[in-house]
């Protein structure tokens, strides 16, 4: 069975700082795709980024950067010089091939303060 | 805006009703999920079809039933509700034949409240 573990339920920061949300994944396919959203105040699921197991390359896209470590079963998400406009509830979620069920984590509550 | 459309965006019923919630996903994309996000349960795949047919159920309740048109707009069933069903429902649709591989764009929900 697939799970994803968001262990943060909270994260208060301060503009400007840098704040890493920590996702943990767990299947036994070898082949499966992690994936982080963004869900602002407004509601709607907003689509950040794909990983499929086969590519643990690291990537960046502007303030935000992402870990993939499939030694540690962890697909981590950095936001570098956090602003208000951050602040969203973000979830981690885990499918894996021929599977249509996507799992979410419970999510994590980014606070950034002025 | 992700492209894909949701209604209504509230509602509010009693309890035994059965009401319709409805959408229209991406152009061009042909599978249509639908979740639920209450603050108990989190995120909760519900189901998913691709052009016209049932692909996946999740944890989808027999009094909850979903079908796809062939214009590939989705409804949403949600029949003899319970104050438990109150939720956010949000369809979301993708392009890929759903072998968990693509990305899906969510709608803006549909938010349930069962009085």
């Known amino acids: 069975a697939q799970k994803v573990t968001q262990a943060q339920t909270e994260i208060s920061v301060v503009e400007k700082e840098d704040v890493t949300l920590d996702c943990v994944y767990e299947?036994?396919?070898?082949?499966?795709?992690l994936f982080w959203y963004k869900q602002p105040p407004s509601g709607e699921l907003v689509f950040l980024i794909r990983?499929?197991?086969?590519?643990?390359q690291n990537e960046i896209s502007g303030r935000y950067s992402w870990n993939f470590q499939k030694s540690t079963s962890s697909f981590n998400f950095t936001i570098t010089a956090s602003q208000v406009v951050d602040s969203a509830v973000y979830f981690c979620?885990?499918?894996?091939?021929?599977?249509?069920?996507?799992?979410f984590g419970a999510g994590t509550r980014l606070t950034v303060k002025p | 805006d992700s492209g894909v459309t949701q209604t209504p965006k509230h509602l509010i019923t009693a309890t035994g009703q059965r009401v319709t919630l409805r959408c229209s996903p991406r152009?061009?994309?042909?599978?249509v999920y639908w979740y639920q996000q209450s603050l108990d349960q989190g995120l909760q795949f519900l189901i998913q079809?691709?052009?016209?047919?049932?692909?996946a159920k999740g944890n989808i309740l027999e009094r909850f039933s979903a079908q796809q048109f062939p214009d590939l707009h989705s409804e949403l069933n949600l029949s003899s509700l319970e104050l438990g069903d109150s939720a956010l429902y949000f369809c979301?649709?993708?392009?890929?034949?759903?072998?968990?591989?693509?990305?899906?764009?969510f709608g803006e929900g549909s938010r349930l409240t069962v009085l």
């Open positions: 979620a885990l499918s894996v091939y021929n599977n249509n069920d996507m799992r």
């Open positions: 979301a649709s993708s392009r890929s034949s759903g072998r968990g591989t693509g990305e899906l764009f």
């Open positions: 299947t036994r396919d070898t082949t499966y795709y």
């Open positions: 990983r499929n197991s086969f590519d643990e």
């Open positions: 079809y691709y052009n016209g047919e049932e692909r």
């Open positions: 152009s061009g994309d042909l599978s």
